[in-house]
């Protein structure tokens, strides 16, 4: 951000791609091996899709403001 | 009284929380390098950009008993629940951007008291630090047993366990990396607030077909007045809210609003850490472009839960075993829709505006203690060091004393009422005194500590009769068929009238201050910086007036 040391979008960017990661593999798992009891829209597979969109913002995040690359 | 938790969480649900608890862990161990000057420490060294000092500035008033009380406010009186997001915040966000930033920014001070020290002097300054210092402390332990209350509601989970917990981790964080880690972890939760919160409108209205499917449902099961936002408000009781339009207009979106997001000392500190004037000026515009975006993660859940839920929700002292409360809305839509990963992103998220808002507090009140008491009153002329230290110790002092309030609340809940009044009771006064010292040159310190003091005795003594005799609202809202939240808004316009009045009178009755003392920190004494030479789009009136055009249109929309 100043001068050169760990920003605070590289942290955001890690937070949303783990996050991402986590959701979207328990997304996959629940669609291969899906629940008796089903939450409300369960057949949209949000997690999938969301964890997905997490996981790439958080990805494009962190390259672009990778510690190494920071001015 | 609940007896069963709202939600469970899975394995992977636990794996995102605790990931969440080491981030933030992570980044304060990582910035107390960062912290060990008294400008780092306290200021984040002033080196904040625009959208992080934006950002931040949000975050420090989005907290989760903010977001769960207003999804369950919407739940209860429909869209009115918005215009504390509209015209109870944006026209307050854009004026402290615009008018006030510039004093604030250019007299270099620390904190809102600061501020009223260089302009009025010590009385001033001591008056507003030590109400704010004990007010700010004592809202962290209230948010502290509501987020304890919230998680063994929602979660189960053990009340002392959450406490703790996340109080250690507070300590933790803001000791080590001072504000600078209070404001990383304040954007992170921004971030966390909308992936963990956005699900549930966006499926929600998958499921109900749509905004006008949504509305033939709410009309349907309550009224058709929920989803109006100011045609009801002609009269007290055309509207579920019984309030009226000069109300929102004059006591919310005129006085308290202004009172709050422009002498706030939590939110006023994150704008003031900024690298320079302009983006001092522009982070308040960006934070109220997301702020109007806001209703969407908060209010229009709440309405979908009108439409959708197939529970009725009660008010928290009318709930029944089995039942659950207006502010249950929230969680109850995480359940609906949110499976494992996805429930454990929107309970972290909670969690995450849970524990910035005791940052803020925290962070806010060792500034203040620090700076406004301990330095200008006990001990004045130690090492930079010194105060570090005594800012890091001031820190873990605070928290304590919050869990401290937590517990106190824990045996007296009615508490909690006394302390949201006891804030609401500076913040009108207070802006009328910093408003007139920006804009008036001859408000003198005798008028502006008179001021502040004779306003505050108004909001006290008009709370202490509606309490006292409840009948007594129609006269302190000048009709009678107002509603208890008409209280506050009138309440803010008598005391902010009081103390302008006031001020005015002493300050003409008293030696007026020369010109010299007052450069930086009045209007006509204060060099501005011209824009002449930047282009249009860097210039904060231009992004000002974009965010009033669609404020406009909203209103206009959602008439």
């Known amino acids: 951000m100043h001068e050169s040391g760990i920003s605070i979008w590289f942290f955001?960017?890690?937070s949303l791609l783990v996050n991402g990661v986590l959701?979207?593999?328990?997304?996959?798992?629940e669609w291969m091996h899906p629940p008796a009891s089903q939450l409300v829209l369960f057949q949209l597979h949000a997690g999938v899709w969301w964890?997905?969109?997490l996981a790439l913002i958080g990805l494009l995040y962190c390259i672009k403001f990778a510690p190494a690359s920071a001015r | 009284m609940h007896t069963t938790q709202l939600v469970h969480l899975s394995t992977v649900d636990v794996i995102v929380v605790a990931f969440y608890f080491a981030l933030v862990l992570a980044i304060g161990f990582y910035l107390k390098s960062r912290a060990n000057t008294s400008e780092d420490f306290f200021m984040a060294g002033r080196e904040m950009t625009a959208w992080v000092a934006g950002l931040s500035f949000l975050s420090a008033n989005l907290g989760a008993l903010e977001l769960m009380g207003w999804a369950g406010s919407a739940y209860q009186y429909g869209i009115l629940a918005a215009h504390w997001y509209w015209i109870g915040a944006i026209p307050a966000m854009l004026f402290l951007a615009l008018v006030m930033m510039p004093f604030y920014y250019i007299s270099k001070t620390h904190s809102v008291p600061g501020y009223l020290k260089l302009r009025f002097g010590e009385p001033s300054r001591v008056l507003s630090a030590v109400s704010f210092a004990f007010m700010t402390v004592l809202m962290s332990g209230v948010n502290m047993f509501a987020m304890a209350k919230v998680m063994q509601i929602v979660l189960g989970w053990d009340i002392n366990f959450s406490i703790w917990v996340s109080s250690i981790t507070v300590a933790l964080y803001v000791a080590l990396g001072g504000l600078r880690s209070a404001i990383f972890n304040e954007v992170l939760q921004f971030f966390l607030i909308w992936a963990g919160a956005m699900l549930i409108p966006i499926l929600g209205l998958i499921e109900t077909g749509g905004w006008s499917n949504l509305k033939i449902l709410i009309?349907?099961?309550?009224?058709?007045?929920y989803v109006h936002l100011w045609s009801g408000l002609g009269s007290f009781s055309t509207n579920p809210m019984g309030i009226h339009w000069t109300g929102i207009v004059f006591g919310l979106g005129a006085i308290i609003s202004m009172g709050y997001w422009t002498t706030d000392f939590l939110v006023v500190q994150r704008v003031l850490t900024a690298k320079d004037l302009r983006s001092a000026e522009i982070a308040p515009?960006?934070?109220?472009g997301f702020k109007m975006m806001v209703p969407f993660i908060v209010i229009l859940p709440g309405l979908l839960g009108l439409a959708v839920l197939p529970m009725k929700l009660t008010a928290e002292s009318a709930v029944t075993a089995g039942g659950h409360s207006y502010n249950d809305v929230l969680p109850l839509m995480l359940a609906r829709y949110c499976g494992p990963g996805l429930l454990g992103l929107g309970i972290t998220a909670l969690i995450a505006g849970f524990m910035s808002g005791m940052a803020g507090n925290v962070s806010?009140?060792?500034?203040?203690?620090?700076?406004?008491?301990?330095?200008?009153?006990?001990?004045?002329?130690?090492?930079?060091?010194?105060?570090v230290t005594m800012g890091r110790w001031t820190t873990v002092m605070g928290v304590l004393i919050s869990i401290g309030t937590a517990y106190l609340v824990m045996q007296f809940a009615s508490i909690m009422d006394y302390v949201q009044a006891l804030f609401s009771f500076f913040i009108a006064p207070l802006f009328g005194t910093v408003i007139l010292g920006m804009l008036w040159k001859r408000t003198t310190g005798p008028g502006g500590f008179w001021g502040l003091l004779c306003g505050t005795v108004c909001s006290?003594?008009?709370?202490?009769?509606?309490k006292i005799d409840p009948t007594a609202l129609r006269y302190v809202a000048l009709s009678p068929d107002a509603k208890g939240l008409a209280q506050d808004m009138y309440q803010a316009t008598w005391s902010f009238l009081v103390c302008v009045v006031v001020t005015v009178l002493v300050s003409l009755m008293t030696k007026p201050k020369t010109d010299r003392e007052l450069v930086g920190l009045v209007y006509g004494m204060t060099e501005i910086p011209a824009v002449g030479t930047l282009p249009l789009y860097k210039r904060p009136v231009f992004w000002a007036v974009i965010v009033g055009v669609i404020f406009v249109i909203l209103n206009i929309i959602f008439w």
């Open chain 2, 219 to 225: 009309a349907q099961r309550a009224s058709a007045e």
């Open chain 2, 460 to 466: 006290v003594s008009l709370w202490t009769w509606v």
């Open chain 2, 285 to 288: 515009i960006i934070g109220a």
């Open chain 1, 51 to 53: 964890g997905a969109i």
């Open chain 1, 23 to 29: 959701i979207f593999g328990a997304g996959v798992w």
């Open chain 1, 12 to 14: 955001i960017g890690i």
């Open chain 2, 364 to 387: 806010a009140f060792t500034t203040v203690w620090t700076y406004d008491i301990y330095r200008a009153l006990i001990k004045k002329n130690a090492t930079d060091q010194h105060y």
